[in-house]
């Protein structure tokens, strides 16, 4: 048996990533660490107070950390995998006016709490639709600017793709000494796009062990599951994320694959995938999803 693993609490928050914070721990390539987090709302509206004007909007998109791991330098590519993500027994749902795909059709604020019993959403007496855990902001910290936990980009942060779940490994650039992990904003379950701007919110424990890919240096988050490889892109519209997620996939073949441009070209356009992970967030996320089995007589590692 290992060590127990080291827990941040989720009084540990950020609500930017940024080469700023302090980190609230360091720790070795290879450990596990349990990150506890508020959801999105800094856990503010409950069946008590389920009142939204009263949350502190400065507050909203909180991330657990920043956790440092040691030696990491930028260039390399920070490994994280997802081990295990907590579901507690209720979540929560919003619309807000003026926000999400349908604005101009849900024009009040709601504010909706949905039981969860043994990971089944019970979203009325007659639906009840199973857990499936994912996080929505994960990422490092940026040279630069500090960038608001709500905004993703190169660096991770709200990418609010659903892929992130148990079994996934998330790779992300390292641009600061230590690399600056922080993640939150879980989800119990949401649908690609997040359309109305909200999964099932919850708060939680999201078990990862984290690792080093050393002098591999990635633009933007990948991610790799038992199934796929998915290549992340954010940019202000769809066709730009989408077309830098293609073009983030071409690179990462044609750097491990024996094979021309042109049949990766042909084969991505055959095989893989366009896929759009967020729509309400001030960049959307679309991602190239890459199947393993496409290339199942080469291997491709990262
Ligand atoms: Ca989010
Ligand atoms: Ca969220």
């Not at 490994?169 to 690609?192: N, S, T």
């Not at 830098?244 to 071409?250: G, V």
């Amino acid at each position: 048996m290992g060590e127990r693993p080291l827990v941040i609490p989720d009084s540990s928050v950020v609500y930017s990533l940024s080469s700023g914070h302090p980190p609230v721990a360091t720790v070795d390539p290879g450990s596990q660490v349990v990150f506890q987090t508020q959801d999105a709302f800094s856990n503010q509206v409950t069946p008590d107070s389920p009142d939204l004007s009263r949350v502190r909007w400065e507050t909203v998109n909180p991330a657990t950390g920043p956790l440092a791991v040691r030696g990491s330098e930028p260039g390399d590519t920070l490994v994280v995998d997802i081990l295990d993500i907590s579901v507690p027994d209720r979540g929560l749902m919003v619309t807000l006016a003026g926000f999400g795909a349908l604005a101009a059709v849900l024009r009040d604020s709601t504010v909706r709490f949905l039981p969860i019993r043994d990971r089944q959403i019970l979203f009325n007496d007659q639906i009840s639709l199973p857990a499936e855990p994912m996080v929505g902001v994960i990422g490092t910290a940026p040279a630069g600017e500090p960038i608001p936990c709500g905004t993703p980009g190169s660096h991770g942060g709200n990418l609010d793709t659903r892929v992130i779940g148990p079994g996934a490994r998330v790779y992300l650039p390292v641009f600061v000494p230590g690399a600056g992990l922080a993640m939150g904003d879980l989800h119990a379950l949401m649908g690609d796009g997040e359309v109305v701007i909200c999964g099932v919110e919850i708060p939680g424990e999201v078990t990862v062990r984290v690792s080093l890919a050393r002098r591999k240096r990635i633009p933007s988050p990948i991610i790799e599951t038992a199934d796929s490889w998915f290549f992340l892109a954010s940019a202000a519209d769809l066709d730009a994320a989408v077309q830098l997620s293609i073009e983030q996939a071409l690179a990462f073949l044609r750097d491990r694959l024996p094979l021309s441009l042109t049949d990766l070209g042909l084969l991505l356009s055959i095989a893989g995938h366009t896929q759009i992970s967020q729509i309400v967030d001030p960049l959307k996320t679309a991602r190239m999803c890459v199947p393993k089995r496409a290339f199942a007589s080469y291997r491709l590692a990262f």
